[in-house]
């Protein structure tokens, strides 16, 4: 059993995904019976696989369990693609796979683009980077939520608007519903991402008072990326909440969650292509090193131990 | 073994000689009791709806059902109407094209509203009224479970029931239901007294709405048809203030000119802290200025809109028909390839029998021979002759069921029967 779960790839439950997201996206072509078993089938053996394939990594690794970037992209993927699966199971008629299974593959394909080292860890900053990085996950997957949401509200307003009956196979939830779930998700969102802000402070802090860190590094680029990602997801979250007695709000609060998701995928990949030394261990640095940059690496070069995404603050 | 139908349905009759064929329940009990004392030893079924009234008749044995001209006959006389008039307007049909009719009746192919999914319960009761009336038998009744099973296919396997078309039914299911989430929370508001706000309301109320105003020009009529719909009366004066409280609102009244104006839905609009509203405009002309429909978080649509939303899942309908003829079709020809295979069962029957019973003997005689045989071996004996004989029946039987998928296996029968001098 061990050298099945062993065997077990990336490929595996990604190409699972991706024949349930053919079979959505089947829908708007042609009537199909069992389209909906083979769908949740491959739906449901990707989530297996890709739980078997964590829970292998988690108790194999030397390090702490999951506390690289790449386990960080994979526990995300995770976790969209078993909301997608639940979903799907209680909504059959709503077709939630073709817009989560997208992000689930590309969370994947970061996944496979982001480095598999392990952060550095200590068991005194181990607390707080293990809940610097939860927030930040809860953050990144309540987004990824909202922007579905809103976007198949868009597409149900549309429909509304242009008073057409709900196309064969295709059925969106209600605006009410979708309204409601896109505000809760902005709202989860911003509180996860400024608590993950505020523990990343924090981190930083129990780092600096062991004597191998000045100072917060303020000036470092991913942590004014996620400043600014906190700082827009408290903004979404205010207008959100100043718009929903608006007669528009619905409207508003659904292209606020799209904004959302552009913000958080202009993070990501800043932070896979972007030349920061966030989360790096020290020997990994270079001569062109900022003072600032050095210091986030001094504090990254004592043993921490978190699962932090690509927007770690330390 | 013959099937046969006769009937008319809204195609071919004209409503006043329709609503004189048509059967009450009573009037169908009385029917199948003189079918059962003018065609003893017949099976019959009395289809009887708003749109169609249809007889089948079928007969297990060598005799032949009643002719349709008798089943027409039959019709006018259970109903008092002259044949001469029913003779023109009826159509008739036997054996398979009589199946298939049925068939195509049960899945709704040929009702007035394609798809309608009424017919099926209508087919069920008169196969249990038959029942009830001592008029089914084996073959009308393994028709209509056929029919049922047909029914069942169709609407499973293709799409042709499921889209609505009737205008209360689409504004409920695919325009309410796709703002609202639950209805039960939702105060609705139904603004005059149309004939379609009663079944919009009944919709409504399916999906779950209790909190109903209803206002009226008429204070009494407001009243009454409160009284009916258990919803609550308001004063028409107060239309501004229901405005503001509803979330959903019906309107059906008679006016000439717009109820509701921009300007007066702009005044109720500031005071409705930002809730959506959906507004069902039914009344022709239109209650509510169109131009309400642009303001945000309104949803309007006027009886054109759902009327367009209803042809649009009509045609859609329409595309699903290749299909369900389909399953019509692959339905018919296994329930008469079955029929015919059952019209050999008495040949077969025969041909076991005389082969058992020259078994029976040999192995008697084979005991006398052998006295010694333990009932073990005896047994074992019995055994392999019964199976021998199973084995040599296969092949003749395998040929007959091939033959009958295209008609009653007259030849083989004739065959066997000359060959093992098989006498009736």
């Known amino acids: 059993m061990a050298d099945f779960i062993s065997r077990i790839s990336v490929v595996c439950f990604a190409a699972s995904y991706a024949v349930a997201l053919a079979c959505e996206g089947s829908r708007l072509l042609f009537r199909s019976g069992i389209r909906g078993a083979v769908m949740v ?4 053996a990707g989530v297996l696989a890709h739980t078997l394939f964590l829970g292998w990594r988690a108790a194999n690794e030397p390090a702490v369990p999951l506390s ?19 979903l799907t199971v209680a909504n059959p008629r709503t077709p939630t796979g073709l817009f989560m299974l997208p992000l689930v593959l590309g969370l994947i394909g970061a996944a496979e683009m982001s480095s598999r080292a392990p952060f550095p860890q200590s068991p005194a900053t181990q607390v707080w980077g293990a809940i610097h ?3 930040n996950l809860a953050a990144s997957v309540a987004v990824a939520f909202g922007a579905i949401a809103g976007m198949m509200w868009l597409i149900q307003a549309g429909r509304l608007a242009r008073k057409q009956a709900p196309a064969q196979g295709f059925r969106m939830p209600s605006l009410e519903k979708l309204s409601r779930f896109t505000g809760r998700s902005a709202t989860i969102a911003a509180w996860a991402a400024a608590a993950g802000f505020a523990s990343g402070i924090v981190l930083n802090a ?7 860190l000045e100072s917060i590094p303020w000036n470092d680029p991913v942590i004014l990326r996620m400043g600014a990602l906190v700082a827009w997801l408290v903004t979404a979250a205010c207008l959100e909440r100043a718009a929903s007695r608006r007669p528009d709000g619905p409207r508003t609060t659904a292209l606020l969650s799209l904004v959302s998701l552009g913000v958080l995928t202009l993070s990501i990949l800043w932070g896979l292509f972007g030349a920061s030394r966030h989360g790096a261990p020290p020997h990994q640095a270079g001569p062109h090193l900022s003072p600032a940059a050095a210091a986030v690496m001094l504090a990254e070069a004592l043993p921490t131990a978190t699962p932090p995404g690509p927007g770690v603050i330390r | 073994m013959t099937l046969a139908f006769v009937g008319g349905s809204h195609r071919t009759v004209p409503m006043e000689l329709r609503e004189r064929l048509a059967f009450s329940a009573e009037q169908a009990a009385e029917a199948l009791r003189r079918f059962r004392e003018r065609f003893p030893g017949r099976e019959g079924v009395l289809l009887s709806t708003c749109n169609r009234v249809e007889l089948y008749a079928a007969s297990e044995h060598d005799s032949a059902p009643p ?9 006018a006389e259970c109903r008092g109407i002259d044949a001469a008039l029913l003779t023109p307007v009826l159509a008739g049909e036997n054996d398979q094209a009589a199946v298939h009719h049925l068939f195509s009746v049960a899945s709704g192919l040929d009702s007035m509203v394609l798809g309608e999914p009424q017919i099926v319960a209508q087919v069920k009761q008169a196969w249990a009224l038959a029942q009830e009336e001592k008029t089914a038998g084996p073959l009308t009744g393994g028709m209509f479970q056929a029919a049922l099973r047909t029914a069942k296919r169709v609407a499973t396997e293709t799409a042709i029931g499921r889209e609505r078309l009737s ?12 703002v609202f989430e639950r209805f039960d929370d939702k105060r609705v508001l139904l603004v005059g007294a149309g004939k379609m706000a009663h079944e919009t309301l009944r919709y409504l109320r399916d999906a779950g709405a209790r909190d109903i105003v209803i206002v009226n020009r008429s204070m009494a009529r407001a009243e009454d048809l409160a009284a009916k719909l258990g919803a609550r009366a308001g004063r028409f004066s107060d239309l501004l203030d229901e405005l503001v409280r509803a979330d959903l609102v019906v309107s059906t009244t008679g006016a000439t000119e717009p109820v509701v104006t921009l300007e007066m839905f702009a005044s109720a609009e500031r005071r409705r802290g930002g809730r959506s509203l959906l507004v069902l405009d039914l009344a022709m002309p239109r209650d509510f200025d169109p131009r309400i429909g642009t303001r945000p978080g309104v949803w309007l649509y006027s009886i054109d809109d759902l009327g367009a939303a209803c042809d649009a899942n009509r045609k859609t309908r329409q595309r699903e028909m290749p299909g369900a003829l389909a399953i019509v079709e692959e339905e018919t020809q296994r329930f008469m390839g079955d029929l015919h295979h059952r019209s050999s069962a008495p040949v077969i029957e025969r041909l076991r029998a005389g082969w058992t019973e020259t078994g029976e003997s040999e192995l008697d005689r084979l005991f006398r021979r052998l006295p010694g045989l333990d009932d073990t071996a005896r047994a074992e004996i019995r055994q392999s002759f019964q199976r021998y004989a199973a084995k040599l029946l296969h092949s003749p039987l395998t040929s007959l069921r091939n033959e009958s998928h295209s008609g009653p296996p007259h030849g083989l029968l004739d065959a066997l029967r000359r060959l093992f001098d098989l006498k009736d």
């Open chain 2, 167 to 178: 205008i209360p039914s689409v504004a409920v299911a695919d325009f309410a239901s796709g």
């Open chain 1, 41 to 44: 089938g491959f739906a449901a």
């Open chain 2, 67 to 75: 002719a349709p001209r008798q089943l027409v006959d039959f019709l």
């Open chain 1, 206 to 212: 129990v780092t600096s008072q062991q004597g191998l």
């Open chain 1, 133 to 135: 990085g939860s927030f």
């Open chain 1, 68 to 86: 690289s970037a790449y386990d960080w992209y994979l526990l995300a993927a995770w976790l969209l693609a078993f909301g997608s699966l639940w």
